[in-house]
């Protein structure tokens, strides 16, 4: 069968590179993909840009199915259109895909729906955000309604910084339409993680637990980000953690969807806010997979990923299972130059090596510029890798980092390190 996988980024590598790795797949296309896509077996770049473009390649090319990676189709409407079609897609409706492209609509859901999550407020007016922020104090935490590539969340340590993230976005209008309404969120403590699931409408079944790093620099410090690492499982997600998540959050998200009238179909996304207690809340909801997530999640996926999709299609994903590798599956993002504000694009990458069956290296932000591979994007790629602890996973993925080159790399070195400082190893 052909499968088509909607993306450009690392995420969408990831994911195309696993259903590849099918028997029953004889090619995956990937819309429009990047050098890594362009370069890996099994995998072809198509250069699709519009949603009718997408569902004309995928009933031309009789497609069994398309898995969208990224949330501006989403957004836009890519599933309404497929299934409109009479084609089959994985990824939710525009109007269920609002709980991600609306920060607002997600805080009322979870409130309507008994989600726990922080207290909030929203507001498209400047003066009465300040009033807000004035009442409220800090540290707080300020989020562009609408999508804005992972750069509309400030975390603000004092007033000063989140009266200059309102104006940044209500007057100046630095996110643009995305900006034009904010959420101001009570600030939370605890350990964040990353929890995803394949929802088929009614059921779920998760994969497994992730943790990322939001912040540029070390120690989590520096401006918060796309994301420059993750590693899978994440160990403050125990069992008696992930019992609590599917209870108090997924599984009412996808029964309050269906409720609602707007049945979810597609990866669904829970980023958590855990707790010393053990206390969950759900800081936001994405209607994909996470990136830098998917890379060491896709790692560890033993199970052939086409028929979990095919069981979430069909509705049958409570007859589902899914195996997955018992190591640790650690990855580091290499960023570009000026990454996140202004990235560099068009840097020679040297030293990619080939993959093996502990370690792949995932692209994002690459072109192809001859027989060249160039920076074209903030997150160049991700060095994904596996070990029997977080050490070792955390050694070899950075003994691969260390064979890759282009000028104004950056990247973190200790992605990982609260799992190895609490002594989880």
Not at 172 to 180: F, T
Request: charged share 20%; hydrophobic share 45%; glycine share 12%.
């Amino acid at each position: 069968m052909k499968l088509l996988v909607i993306g450009s980024g690392g995420r969408e590598h990831a994911l195309a590179w696993k259903l590849a790795r099918s028997p029953r797949v004889s090619r995956v296309y990937v819309a429009p993909g990047n050098a890594g896509t362009a370069r890996e077996d099994g995998l072809a770049n198509v250069a699709l840009g519009t949603i009718p473009e997408l569902v004309e390649f995928a009933r031309k090319e009789a497609v069994a199915f398309t898995v969208v990676g990224s949330e501006a189709p989403l957004a836009e409407g890519v599933a309404d259109a497929f299934l409109a079609a009479g084609l089959r897609i994985f990824g939710p409706t525009q109007a269920a895909a609002r709980l991600e492209s609306s920060k607002e609509f997600a805080k009322s859901f979870m409130q309507r729906h008994g989600i726990p999550t922080a207290a909030y407020g929203a507001f498209t007016d400047a003066g009465q955000a300040h009033d807000y922020l004035e009442r409220h104090g800090a540290p707080i935490v300020i989020k562009a309604d609408g999508l804005a590539a992972g750069k509309g969340v400030v975390v603000a340590a004092n007033l000063g910084q989140a009266h200059a993230a309102v104006d940044g976005m209500l007057l100046e209008k630095k996110l643009g339409a995305a900006g034009s309404r904010v959420v101001i969120e009570q600030h939370l403590e605890g350990e964040e993680a990353s929890f995803i699931v394949l929802a088929d409408g009614r059921h779920a079944l998760a994969l497994a637990s992730s943790q990322d790093h939001k912040r540029l620099l070390d120690g989590d410090r520096g401006p918060n980000t796309g994301g420059m690492g993750a590693y899978s499982p994440a160990p403050v997600v125990t069992p008696g953690i992930h019992a609590k998540v599917m209870r108090e959050v997924i599984l009412p998200a996808i029964a309050g969807m269906e409720q609602d009238g707007t049945p979810y179909v597609g990866f669904l996304y829970a980023g958590l806010m855990i707790g010393k207690g053990g206390s969950i809340r759900v800081l936001e909801f994405n209607c994909r997979l996470g990136d830098p997530e998917t890379q060491p999640i896709m790692l560890r996926l033993k199970s052939d990923l086409v028929p979990l999709l095919e069981h979430a299609l069909g509705g049958e994903l409570d007859q589902a299972q899914a195996e997955w590798d018992t190591r640790v599956a650690l990855g580091v993002v290499l960023a570009a130059h000026g990454y996140p504000d202004t990235p560099r694009k068009g840097d020679p990458i040297q030293g990619l090596p080939a993959p093996a069956e502990d370690y792949h290296v995932f692209h994002a932000g690459t072109a192809l510029n001859g027989t060249d591979t160039v920076t074209s994007g903030g997150r160049v790629l991700c060095v994904a890798a596996l070990g029997h602890n977080v050490r070792s996973a955390q050694r070899r993925a950075y003994e691969i980092a260390g064979r890759i080159r282009f000028d104004g790399m950056q990247y973190r070195r200790d992605i990982g390190h609260r799992a190895v400082a609490a002594g989880r190893r």
